[in-house]
Protein backbone atom coordinates (compact mmCIF):
# COMPACT_ATOMS: atom_id res chain seq x y z
CA UNK A 1 0.00 0.00 0.00
CA UNK A 2 1.16 3.11 -0.63
CA UNK A 3 1.84 5.99 1.74
CA UNK A 4 -0.88 7.93 -0.37
CA UNK A 5 -3.57 5.74 0.31
CA UNK A 6 -2.74 5.05 4.30
CA UNK A 7 -3.29 8.63 4.31
CA UNK A 8 -6.88 8.80 2.35
CA UNK A 9 -8.03 5.57 4.41
CA UNK A 10 -7.27 7.11 7.58
CA UNK A 11 -8.82 10.31 7.00
CA UNK A 12 -12.07 8.05 5.66
CA UNK A 13 -11.66 5.89 8.85
CA UNK A 14 -11.98 9.21 10.75
CA UNK A 15 -15.31 10.50 8.67
CA UNK A 16 -16.50 7.26 9.46
CA UNK A 17 -16.25 7.37 13.21
CA UNK A 18 -17.73 11.04 13.20
CA UNK A 19 -14.81 12.34 14.62
CA UNK A 20 -13.99 14.53 11.42
CA UNK A 21 -13.12 18.05 12.69
CA UNK A 22 -14.34 20.63 10.76
CA UNK A 23 -13.27 24.13 10.81
CA UNK A 24 -15.69 27.63 10.93
CA UNK A 25 -13.91 29.64 8.89
CA UNK A 26 -14.57 33.05 10.79
CA UNK A 27 -13.52 36.52 10.53
CA UNK A 28 -13.93 37.82 14.52
CA UNK A 29 -15.41 41.55 13.93
CA UNK A 30 -12.92 43.86 16.50
CA UNK A 31 -14.99 46.54 18.76
CA UNK A 32 -17.79 43.89 17.61
CA UNK A 33 -16.90 40.96 19.34
CA UNK A 34 -18.07 38.28 19.76
CA UNK A 35 -19.67 38.97 16.53
CA UNK A 36 -18.05 37.89 13.58
CA UNK A 37 -18.36 36.92 9.95
CA UNK A 38 -18.66 33.84 8.75
CA UNK A 39 -16.46 32.57 4.86
CA UNK A 40 -18.00 29.58 2.72
CA UNK A 41 -16.68 30.46 0.06
CA UNK A 42 -17.62 33.59 -1.88
CA UNK A 43 -20.35 33.80 0.79
CA UNK A 44 -20.20 35.90 4.32
CA UNK A 45 -22.81 35.25 7.35
CA UNK A 46 -22.88 37.57 10.70
CA UNK A 47 -22.34 34.91 13.52
CA UNK A 48 -22.30 35.40 17.21
CA UNK A 49 -19.44 33.24 18.60
CA UNK A 50 -20.24 31.37 22.02
CA UNK A 51 -17.05 28.79 22.62
CA UNK A 52 -14.06 31.47 22.39
CA UNK A 53 -11.39 30.82 24.87
CA UNK A 54 -10.99 34.66 24.41
CA UNK A 55 -12.85 34.95 28.01
CA UNK A 56 -12.80 38.20 28.30
CA UNK A 57 -12.81 39.71 25.25
CA UNK A 58 -9.14 41.05 25.50
CA UNK A 59 -8.31 40.22 21.87
CA UNK A 60 -10.29 43.31 20.97
CA UNK A 61 -9.38 45.78 24.13
CA UNK A 62 -8.28 49.38 23.04
CA UNK A 63 -5.36 49.35 25.36
CA UNK A 64 -3.96 45.85 23.99
CA UNK A 65 -4.51 47.19 20.32
CA UNK A 66 -2.74 50.04 21.12
CA UNK A 67 0.00 48.63 22.79
CA UNK A 68 0.48 45.67 19.55
CA UNK A 69 0.54 49.12 17.01
CA UNK A 70 2.69 51.14 18.78
CA UNK A 71 5.42 48.12 18.78
CA UNK A 72 4.81 46.75 15.85
CA UNK A 73 5.49 50.62 14.55
CA UNK A 74 8.72 50.65 17.09
CA UNK A 75 10.13 47.11 16.15
CA UNK A 76 8.65 45.82 13.39
CA UNK A 77 7.30 42.72 12.98
CA UNK A 78 9.29 39.75 13.60
CA UNK A 79 11.92 39.13 16.57
CA UNK A 80 14.55 38.21 14.08
CA UNK A 81 15.39 34.73 15.95
CA UNK A 82 15.67 32.38 18.89
CA UNK A 83 15.49 34.05 22.53
CA UNK A 84 19.30 33.08 22.64
CA UNK A 85 20.44 34.34 18.79
CA UNK A 86 19.19 38.18 18.64
CA UNK A 87 15.69 37.32 19.10
CA UNK A 88 15.55 38.73 22.78
CA UNK A 89 13.51 41.88 22.37
CA UNK A 90 13.48 44.55 25.35
CA UNK A 91 9.19 43.36 25.16
CA UNK A 92 10.09 39.75 25.99
CA UNK A 93 12.28 41.36 29.00
CA UNK A 94 9.25 43.51 30.20
CA UNK A 95 6.22 40.48 29.62
CA UNK A 96 8.49 38.32 31.79
CA UNK A 97 8.80 40.54 34.82
CA UNK A 98 5.24 40.98 34.40
CA UNK A 99 4.48 37.31 34.52
CA UNK A 100 6.99 37.35 37.25
CA UNK A 101 5.14 39.79 39.50
CA UNK A 102 1.95 38.73 38.78
CA UNK A 103 2.61 35.24 40.12
CA UNK A 104 5.19 36.48 42.93
CA UNK A 105 7.20 34.39 42.03
CA UNK A 106 10.70 35.50 41.03
CA UNK A 107 10.92 35.10 37.11
CA UNK A 108 8.94 33.50 34.41
CA UNK A 109 10.16 32.29 30.86
CA UNK A 110 8.11 32.71 27.58
CA UNK A 111 7.24 30.12 25.04
CA UNK A 112 5.76 30.58 21.73
CA UNK A 113 2.38 28.74 22.90
CA UNK A 114 0.92 27.06 25.91
CA UNK A 115 1.50 23.75 25.01
CA UNK A 116 5.21 24.13 24.34
CA UNK A 117 5.58 25.90 27.83
CA UNK A 118 3.81 22.57 29.05
CA UNK A 119 5.64 19.83 26.76
CA UNK A 120 8.97 21.83 27.70
CA UNK A 121 9.14 22.62 31.06
CA UNK A 122 7.44 18.61 31.77
CA UNK A 123 9.64 17.16 29.35
CA UNK A 124 12.74 18.92 30.49
CA UNK A 125 12.35 18.64 34.20
CA UNK A 126 11.30 14.91 33.92
CA UNK A 127 13.91 13.88 31.64
CA UNK A 128 16.68 16.35 33.68
CA UNK A 129 16.12 15.40 37.48
CA UNK A 130 17.53 11.56 37.70
CA UNK A 131 14.95 9.06 38.80
CA UNK A 132 11.92 11.54 39.10
CA UNK A 133 8.86 10.60 38.92
CA UNK A 134 5.91 12.45 37.81
CA UNK A 135 2.36 11.98 39.05
CA UNK A 136 -0.18 13.30 36.33
CA UNK A 137 -3.44 14.30 37.45
CA UNK A 138 -5.76 11.93 35.27
CA UNK A 139 -7.28 14.53 33.40
CA UNK A 140 -4.22 16.63 32.49
CA UNK A 141 -3.76 18.23 29.30
CA UNK A 142 -2.50 16.20 26.10
CA UNK A 143 0.32 19.45 26.05
CA UNK A 144 0.96 17.76 29.55
CA UNK A 145 0.80 14.21 28.88
CA UNK A 146 3.10 14.94 25.92
CA UNK A 147 5.92 16.50 27.45
CA UNK A 148 5.86 13.70 30.27
CA UNK A 149 6.10 11.19 27.54
CA UNK A 150 8.80 12.89 26.12
CA UNK A 151 10.80 13.19 29.26
CA UNK A 152 10.67 9.71 29.57
CA UNK A 153 10.47 10.07 32.86
CA UNK A 154 8.43 7.21 35.35
CA UNK A 155 4.83 8.45 35.17
CA UNK A 156 1.96 7.58 37.70
CA UNK A 157 -1.80 8.88 36.73
CA UNK A 158 -3.62 9.52 39.72
CA UNK A 159 -7.40 9.63 39.31
CA UNK A 160 -8.80 13.11 39.03
CA UNK A 161 -8.69 15.42 41.59
CA UNK A 162 -8.63 12.38 43.78
CA UNK A 163 -6.44 13.16 46.83
CA UNK A 164 -6.58 9.70 48.54
CA UNK A 165 -5.50 8.34 45.14
CA UNK A 166 -2.85 10.87 45.38
CA UNK A 167 -1.50 10.51 48.44
CA UNK A 168 -1.57 6.27 48.34
CA UNK A 169 0.78 6.68 45.01
CA UNK A 170 3.06 9.73 46.85
CA UNK A 171 3.49 7.25 50.12
CA UNK A 172 4.10 4.08 47.40
CA UNK A 173 7.63 6.14 46.66
CA UNK A 174 10.73 6.86 48.86
CA UNK A 175 10.60 10.25 50.61
CA UNK A 176 13.87 10.83 49.25
CA UNK A 177 13.27 10.14 45.31
CA UNK A 178 12.34 13.23 43.30
CA UNK A 179 8.75 13.75 42.61
CA UNK A 180 6.65 16.27 40.44
CA UNK A 181 2.64 16.52 41.30
CA UNK A 182 1.17 17.86 37.89
CA UNK A 183 -2.35 19.24 37.19
CA UNK A 184 -4.68 21.74 36.15
CA UNK A 185 -6.62 24.46 38.50
CA UNK A 186 -9.63 24.98 35.86
CA UNK A 187 -10.11 21.96 34.04
CA UNK A 188 -11.16 22.71 30.58
CA UNK A 189 -14.05 20.29 29.44
CA UNK A 190 -15.75 19.97 32.79
CA UNK A 191 -14.96 23.22 34.06
CA UNK A 192 -14.24 21.55 37.64
CA UNK A 193 -11.51 23.16 39.86
CA UNK A 194 -8.51 21.45 41.66
CA UNK A 195 -8.09 21.41 45.20
CA UNK A 196 -4.85 23.36 45.14
CA UNK A 197 -4.26 24.13 48.79
CA UNK A 198 -4.49 20.29 50.01
CA UNK A 199 -2.30 19.07 46.59
CA UNK A 200 0.15 21.29 48.12
CA UNK A 201 -0.44 19.72 51.33
CA UNK A 202 0.36 16.37 50.31
CA UNK A 203 3.05 17.42 47.79
CA UNK A 204 4.77 18.89 51.17
CA UNK A 205 4.03 15.96 53.52
CA UNK A 206 6.10 13.53 50.71
CA UNK A 207 8.56 16.00 49.87
CA UNK A 208 7.37 16.51 45.92
CA UNK A 209 7.30 19.68 43.93
CA UNK A 210 4.13 21.16 42.22
CA UNK A 211 3.06 21.89 38.67
CA UNK A 212 0.14 23.52 38.08
CA UNK A 213 -1.60 24.60 34.78
CA UNK A 214 -3.32 27.50 34.96
CA UNK A 215 -3.99 28.22 31.74
CA UNK A 216 -8.46 28.12 32.03
CA UNK A 217 -7.75 30.82 35.24
CA UNK A 218 -5.06 33.42 34.68
CA UNK A 219 -6.65 36.65 34.07
CA UNK A 220 -10.19 34.91 35.04
CA UNK A 221 -9.32 34.55 39.05
CA UNK A 222 -8.21 36.28 41.76
CA UNK A 223 -8.03 39.98 42.39
CA UNK A 224 -5.22 40.56 40.04
CA UNK A 225 -5.91 37.60 37.69
CA UNK A 226 -2.62 35.64 39.13
CA UNK A 227 -5.39 32.35 38.77
CA UNK A 228 -7.46 29.98 41.31
CA UNK A 229 -4.14 29.95 43.05
CA UNK A 230 -4.11 33.84 43.78
CA UNK A 231 -7.77 33.16 44.56
CA UNK A 232 -6.77 30.97 46.66
CA UNK A 233 -4.44 32.29 48.35
CA UNK A 234 -1.56 30.15 47.95
CA UNK A 235 0.66 31.16 44.97
CA UNK A 236 4.04 30.94 47.22
CA UNK A 237 3.01 27.09 47.76
CA UNK A 238 2.76 26.09 44.20
CA UNK A 239 6.41 25.33 42.96
CA UNK A 240 5.82 25.75 39.17
CA UNK A 241 2.92 27.77 37.35
CA UNK A 242 2.29 27.72 34.00
CA UNK A 243 -0.11 29.64 31.56
CA UNK A 244 -1.23 31.34 28.39
CA UNK A 245 -1.29 34.22 26.90
CA UNK A 246 -4.14 33.14 24.34
CA UNK A 247 -6.91 32.24 26.44
CA UNK A 248 -8.17 35.53 29.06
CA UNK A 249 -5.26 37.57 28.07
CA UNK A 250 -6.44 37.31 24.12
CA UNK A 251 -3.38 37.33 22.52
CA UNK A 252 -0.86 34.34 22.05
CA UNK A 253 1.90 32.47 23.81
CA UNK A 254 2.88 30.44 26.96
CA UNK A 255 5.26 31.01 29.80
CA UNK A 256 5.99 28.97 33.25
CA UNK A 257 6.36 31.13 36.62
CA UNK A 258 8.98 29.75 39.02
CA UNK A 259 11.69 30.54 40.70
CA UNK A 260 14.37 32.07 39.15
CA UNK A 261 17.17 28.96 39.48
CA UNK A 262 13.87 27.10 38.02
CA UNK A 263 13.17 29.71 35.30
CA UNK A 264 17.06 29.27 34.09
CA UNK A 265 16.88 25.59 34.23
CA UNK A 266 14.02 25.23 31.72
CA UNK A 267 15.88 28.34 29.75
CA UNK A 268 18.96 26.79 29.61
CA UNK A 269 18.11 22.84 28.71
CA UNK A 270 14.81 23.12 26.94
CA UNK A 271 14.83 22.20 23.19
CA UNK A 272 11.38 23.93 23.24
CA UNK A 273 12.62 27.06 24.17
CA UNK A 274 15.81 27.04 22.85
CA UNK A 275 15.45 26.21 19.44
CA UNK A 276 12.70 28.92 18.30
CA UNK A 277 12.23 32.14 16.92
CA UNK A 278 10.84 34.04 19.97
CA UNK A 279 7.40 35.31 20.10
CA UNK A 280 6.72 38.83 17.68
CA UNK A 281 7.79 41.72 20.34
CA UNK A 282 4.45 43.25 19.22
CA UNK A 283 2.75 40.15 20.25
CA UNK A 284 4.80 40.42 24.08
CA UNK A 285 3.81 43.92 24.25
CA UNK A 286 0.01 43.43 23.62
CA UNK A 287 -0.15 40.70 26.31
CA UNK A 288 1.79 42.92 28.74
CA UNK A 289 -0.80 45.55 27.93
CA UNK A 290 -3.78 43.01 28.67
CA UNK A 291 -1.59 41.44 31.74
CA UNK A 292 -1.51 45.23 33.32
CA UNK A 293 -5.07 46.11 32.58
CA UNK A 294 -6.30 42.96 34.40
CA UNK A 295 -4.31 43.05 37.34
CA UNK A 296 -5.67 46.61 38.05
CA UNK A 297 -9.29 46.12 36.47
CA UNK A 298 -11.67 43.91 37.95
CA UNK A 299 -15.01 44.65 35.70
CA UNK A 300 -14.27 42.25 33.10
CA UNK A 301 -14.51 39.81 35.61
CA UNK A 302 -17.26 41.01 37.24
CA UNK A 303 -19.38 41.10 34.29
CA UNK A 304 -18.18 37.54 33.22
CA UNK A 305 -19.82 36.04 36.28
CA UNK A 306 -23.02 37.61 35.74
CA UNK A 307 -23.16 36.85 32.42
CA UNK A 308 -22.28 33.17 33.46
CA UNK A 309 -24.80 33.04 36.07
CA UNK A 310 -27.15 34.52 34.06
CA UNK A 311 -27.04 32.02 31.39
CA UNK A 312 -27.25 29.24 33.72
CA UNK A 313 -29.92 30.46 35.40
CA UNK A 314 -32.21 30.60 31.77
CA UNK A 315 -30.68 27.36 31.64
CA UNK A 316 -32.60 26.20 34.65
CA UNK A 317 -35.48 27.61 33.86
CA UNK A 318 -35.92 26.24 30.66
CA UNK A 319 -34.40 22.85 31.65
CA UNK A 320 -31.55 22.69 29.85
CA UNK A 321 -28.57 20.26 31.21
CA UNK A 322 -25.80 21.78 32.26
CA UNK A 323 -22.97 20.23 34.38
CA UNK A 324 -23.03 22.42 37.31
CA UNK A 325 -19.39 23.67 38.19
CA UNK A 326 -17.43 26.43 39.73
CA UNK A 327 -16.27 27.89 37.11
CA UNK A 328 -17.05 30.30 33.96
CA UNK A 329 -17.37 27.06 31.52
CA UNK A 330 -20.86 25.93 30.84
CA UNK A 331 -21.12 22.32 29.59
CA UNK A 332 -24.32 22.06 28.05
CA UNK A 333 -24.50 18.22 27.67
CA UNK A 334 -26.00 16.36 24.59
CA UNK A 335 -24.94 12.29 25.16
CA UNK A 336 -25.18 12.13 21.69
CA UNK A 337 -22.18 12.72 19.04
CA UNK A 338 -24.75 12.64 16.06
CA UNK A 339 -27.62 15.17 18.04
CA UNK A 340 -24.41 17.56 19.31
CA UNK A 341 -23.20 18.29 16.06
CA UNK A 342 -26.73 18.53 14.10
CA UNK A 343 -27.33 20.94 17.37
CA UNK A 344 -24.31 22.93 16.53
CA UNK A 345 -24.91 23.10 12.33
CA UNK A 346 -27.99 24.47 12.86
CA UNK A 347 -27.42 26.83 15.76
CA UNK A 348 -25.12 27.80 12.76
CA UNK A 349 -26.71 27.72 9.38
CA UNK A 350 -30.22 28.93 10.79
CA UNK A 351 -29.57 31.19 13.94
CA UNK A 352 -25.76 32.58 13.25
CA UNK A 353 -24.98 30.93 16.89
CA UNK A 354 -21.81 29.47 16.50
CA UNK A 355 -20.48 26.39 19.13
CA UNK A 356 -17.99 23.64 18.38
CA UNK A 357 -19.41 20.13 19.26
CA UNK A 358 -17.47 18.56 21.44
CA UNK A 359 -17.20 14.70 21.01
CA UNK A 360 -15.05 11.96 21.48
CA UNK A 361 -11.87 11.68 22.24
CA UNK A 362 -11.99 14.99 23.75
CA UNK A 363 -14.74 14.06 26.11
CA UNK A 364 -16.00 10.22 27.01
CA UNK A 365 -18.19 8.59 24.84
CA UNK A 366 -22.00 9.44 25.94
CA UNK A 367 -20.87 12.81 27.16
CA UNK A 368 -21.17 14.46 24.01
CA UNK A 369 -21.64 18.52 24.47
CA UNK A 370 -21.91 22.09 23.84
CA UNK A 371 -18.75 23.89 25.40
CA UNK A 372 -20.17 27.35 26.19
CA UNK A 373 -18.06 30.80 27.28
CA UNK A 374 -20.37 33.29 28.22
CA UNK A 375 -18.24 36.77 27.93
CA UNK A 376 -18.23 40.25 29.28
CA UNK A 377 -19.16 41.27 25.84
CA UNK A 378 -22.28 39.12 25.26
CA UNK A 379 -25.16 41.36 25.38
CA UNK A 380 -28.43 40.26 26.93
CA UNK A 381 -29.64 40.47 23.29
CA UNK A 382 -27.07 37.33 22.46
CA UNK A 383 -28.04 35.56 25.61
CA UNK A 384 -31.94 35.42 24.55
CA UNK A 385 -30.87 34.52 21.12
CA UNK A 386 -29.02 31.96 22.61
CA UNK A 387 -31.99 30.23 24.55
CA UNK A 388 -34.75 30.23 22.39
CA UNK A 389 -32.71 28.80 19.62
CA UNK A 390 -31.10 26.00 21.71
CA UNK A 391 -34.96 25.72 23.84
CA UNK A 392 -36.21 24.64 20.07
CA UNK A 393 -33.53 22.61 19.41
CA UNK A 394 -34.02 20.63 22.11
CA UNK A 395 -37.28 19.65 21.54
CA UNK A 396 -36.57 18.69 17.86
CA UNK A 397 -33.98 16.55 19.06
CA UNK A 398 -36.25 14.70 21.56
CA UNK A 399 -33.74 15.62 24.13
CA UNK A 400 -33.87 14.86 27.83
CA UNK A 401 -35.13 18.14 30.34
CA UNK A 402 -33.73 18.62 33.62
CA UNK A 403 -36.41 17.72 36.01
CA UNK A 404 -36.46 21.93 37.29
CA UNK A 405 -38.24 22.67 34.29
CA UNK A 406 -41.47 20.92 34.85
CA UNK A 407 -41.88 22.85 38.30
C1 LIG B 1 -5.21 22.88 30.08
C2 LIG B 1 -4.50 23.43 28.89
N1 LIG B 1 -3.16 23.60 28.97
C3 LIG B 1 -2.48 24.10 27.92
C4 LIG B 1 -3.11 24.45 26.75
C5 LIG B 1 -2.31 25.00 25.61
O1 LIG B 1 -2.34 26.39 25.64
P1 LIG B 1 -2.17 27.22 24.28
O2 LIG B 1 -3.51 27.24 23.62
O3 LIG B 1 -1.66 28.54 24.71
O4 LIG B 1 -1.16 26.45 23.46
C6 LIG B 1 -4.49 24.29 26.63
C7 LIG B 1 -5.14 24.68 25.34
O5 LIG B 1 -6.22 24.68 25.06
C8 LIG B 1 -5.21 23.76 27.73
O6 LIG B 1 -6.53 23.57 27.65
Known sequence: MQIADMVADQLAALKAEGNYRVFADLERVRGAFPAATRRSGAAAAPVTVWC????????????????????????????????????????????????????????????????????????????RIPGCLILSDALNHASMIEGIRHSRAQKAIWRHNDLA????????????????????????????????????????????????????AVGLYGPRGGGVAERDGVMDRVTVIEGTLGKAFGVVGGYIAASADLCDFVRSFASGFIFTTALPPHVAAGAAASIRHLKHSDAERQLQRRRVAEVRARFDAIGLPHLPNPSHIVPLMVGDPVKCKFISDTLLDRHGIYIQPINYPTVPKGTERLRITPSPVHGADDVDRLCHALEDLWTQCQLARMPRAAQ
Not at 97 to 109: F, I, P, V
Request: aromatic letters at 6%; hydrophobic letters at 40%; glycine letters at 10%.
Open 165 to 216: DLEAKLAAEPLERPKIVAFESVYSMDGDIAPIAEICDLADRYNAITYLDEVH
Open 52 to 127: SNDYLGMGQHPGVLAAMHAALDRSGAGAGGTRNISGTTHDHVLLEAELADLHGKEAALLFTSGYVSNWAALGTLGS
